[in-house]
């Protein structure tokens, strides 16, 4: 069984740093890529960065140039470094990863249980 294990959130000020960490255990054959997604209460879940197994990257377009996504290959973990945090950063955090296991012919989705992000004064 695939399990996605996510740590580093907490409580932090406007205009400080966490770094959020996901490490994926079980075997795949594949990986397609791994993401972190959050959602704050009363909103849908959205996408905030995206890592493919090839080192690709995308940000959302309100966490680009403060916020990076990287992986550790070796380990199938991925991280989230958080700098110039604003409370509108405020939500749960959400690992994800698309990946085949041996006997797979498509890709299947895996989340982690979420770790809360919360930037307030």
């Known amino acids: 069984q695939v399990q996605l294990v996510e740590s580093g959130g907490g409580l932090v000020q406007p205009g400080g740093s966490l770094r959020l960490s996901c490490a994926a255990s079980g075997s795949i054959s594949s990986l397609n890529f791994m993401a972190w997604y959050r959602q704050a209460p009363g909103k849908e879940r959205e996408l905030v960065a995206r890592?493919?197994?090839?080192?690709?990257?995308y940000y959302a377009v309100f966490v680009k140039g403060r916020f990076t996504i990287s992986r550790e290959n070796a380990k199938i973990t991925v991280y989230l470094q958080m700098n110039s945090l604003k409370p509108e950063d405020t939500a749960v955090y959400y690992c994800n990863m698309q990946a085949k296991l041996p006997g797979d012919y498509s890709n299947r989705e895996y989340w982690g249980q979420g770790t809360q992000v919360t930037v307030s004064s």
């Open positions: 890592i493919s197994s090839i080192g690709y990257t």
